[in-house]
């Protein structure tokens, strides 16, 4: 059940209308959500209603670090303890994740159908409350309702953004409240969201980028350039446009979702891009696995490289276990060395338009060439798109002019200011709340028909 | 001068900006620190306070609010 997929939205009405009809009983809503994320796992495959066990499992680890962490016990040092409690949740979490992507890959595309889902957004999350337990950063919940209802939540649960349990957990401890405002702003995402998949996205897709990168033979160099950039620009809307409708149906439910994107292409290096591509990623990555590579300050360059390469190549392999991703996580590790490097040399960022500029086309080119590994198939297929392009041949005759059109509307979007979106909500908050509902479904099915052979799969929706 | 303002001083310093962010804004998130800046900014401290800050408290969930970096220090200075 694809958040962009007409029974999605059948199933989100249904959701709502129990849960605001609820608002009162705040323990019933928290009941109602629970329930409502393991139907909709139920959804993909059966198998994921064993998921509770395994939060139960980190539930309890979560009550016992707490008790463990007031009360020192005779006979065992209480540091050991939590320390095996922590180690117990990493296996759960990390043999979930792992078991999930090596099973498919060990036997090939005929058992897909039973685990269509890695789970490595739930594994994440969940990972974020027993270790944030263990700092003693967080209060554990005593409700494995309220912990399901956080843990499994189904707008973020397939493919983030991954939020903080302990942040999710206090939110949906305050009693559910929607304004105008927030009812505005959940529409204006939703809508913003299907666009940007169905009609972006998946249009770069069909129309440019899975030609070009199934068969590079057949194109030019000038159309093999083409295809890269619209690669880029096609997993930003796709990736974005999933998590702009993840937030807006977290919005309906009370529940403010951390921002992923701002306007990643925009960067001016590459650590400047991982503060703005899948934020809520790089976030988890610095905070639970770069923060605890040793380092040292007397040998800064080499120390924090080599943990920025070993970040990011554990980053890449999550993708999945191929050459490609890891070539793809040592690349951005490498550069992200090299940008450490360099601001130590020198401290001043660049000054004046054209470096600038300079700074911004390198990154984003860098960005591209990084992509033909994440994108390709297999490691010759990347090989193949780089030999397509050294091959210097130019010809745009299999390009239609309607690929170029919305190439380059989706370059201008990507561009356009923040501060719009915010504008338009405020805007949209004036229309009452059932015209943006009918509104609504009538994009939906406007976009259906327009988008014709219906949604593909979100991106990372495999990962 | 109290301790916040001499914090907030590092912070423009290191971040190369005349800002004031809130008490548990986050400095991360801003843009203010990033892991990069982190280590000039946790040398500042230490030459302006006197402490000694161990390598492996370079993490930016010790310094990601001004009242976490004000929490560190007092700890420390105890």
């Not at chain 1, 789970?119 to 919940?141: M, N, R, W």
């Not at chain 1, 979106?421 to 406007?446: D, T, Y």
């Amino acid at each position: 059940m694809s958040l962009s997929s007409g029974p999605f939205f059948v199933f989100l009405v249904a959701v709502c209308l129990l849960y605001w009809l609820t608002a009162r009983w705040h323990r019933l809503q928290r009941v109602l959500l629970a329930a409502a994320n393991l139907f909709f796992l139920a959804h993909f495959s059966l198998v994921y209603l064993a998921l509770p066990f395994a939060a139960a499992a980190d539930f309890g680890i979560g009550l016992e670090l707490s008790r463990w962490q007031k009360v020192s016990p005779k006979r065992i040092p209480k540091r050991m303890l939590r320390r095996m409690l922590l180690g117990l949740s990493l296996a759960i979490n990390l043999g979930l994740l792992l078991t999930l992507k090596l099973v498919p890959l060990a036997t090939g595309a005929s058992w897909r159908w039973l685990l269509p889902l890695s789970l490595s957004f739930y594994c994440f999350q969940s990972l974020t409350y027993t270790i944030d337990l263990y700092l003693g950063e967080l209060e554990p919940t005593r409700s494995f309702i309220d912990y399901l209802a956080a843990a499994l939540f189904f707008p973020s649960i397939t493919a983030g953004p991954i939020p903080r349990m302990g942040k999710l957990l206090e939110q949906m401890a305050e009693p559910f409240e929607l304004s105008a405002e927030d009812g505005a702003r959940a529409m204006l995402l939703i809508g913003l969201g299907l666009v940007k998949k169905l009609l972006i996205a998946d249009y770069l897709a069909n129309n440019l980028v899975d030609r070009i990168f199934d068969t590079p033979a057949l194109y030019s160099s000038s159309e093999i350039l083409l295809g890269v950039y619209g690669y880029a620009l096609q997993l930003f809307f796709d990736f974005s446009g999933y998590t702009d409708i993840a937030r807006g149906v977290a919005l309906l439910l009370g529940i403010n979702l951390p921002e992923n994107f701002r306007q990643p292409y925009l960067s001016l290096n590459i650590a400047e891009f991982w503060r703005r591509w899948h934020i809520t990623f790089s976030e988890w990555l610095r905070d639970y696995l770069f923060d605890f590579f040793p380092k040292n300050r007397k040998f800064p360059v080499l120390s924090y490289s080599y943990a920025f390469l070993f970040t990011m190549m554990l980053g890449g392999l999550w993708h999945g276990i191929s050459w490609n991703f890891l070539i793809w996580g040592a690349l951005h590790g490498l550069a992200l060395g090299v940008v450490f490097a360099w601001k130590r040399w020198r401290k001043a960022p660049p000054a004046g338009w054209r470096l600038k500029l300079f700074a911004g086309l390198l990154t984003f080119h860098f960005v591209c060439f990084t992509w033909i590994f994440f994108r390709a198939a297999t490691l010759e297929s990347a090989l193949a798109i780089l030999r397509g392009l050294g091959a210097h041949t130019w010809s745009m005759g299999s390009v239609a002019v309607p690929v170029v059109g919305v190439l380059l509307f989706a370059a201008v979007a990507h561009c356009l200011p923040s501060d719009w979106f915010e504008r338009a909500a405020k805007l949209s908050v004036r229309v009452p709340f059932w015209v943006q509902g009918l509104a609504m479904a009538g994009l939906i099915l406007l976009i259906q028909t327009l988008a014709g052979r219906g949604s593909a799969p979100f991106v990372y929706g495999n990962f | 001068m109290e301790q916040h303002a001499r914090i907030l001083k590092i912070l423009q310093r290191v971040s190369g900006k005349q800002v004031n962010p809130g008490q548990n804004e986050s400095l991360f998130a801003s843009g203010l620190l990033d892991s990069f800046a982190l280590t000039d900014f946790v040398s500042g401290l230490e030459e302006e306070f006197g402490v000694t800050i161990p390598d492996s408290d370079l993490s930016a969930r010790k310094f990601d609010t001004i009242v976490k970096v004000d929490a560190y220090l007092s700890a420390k200075t105890k």
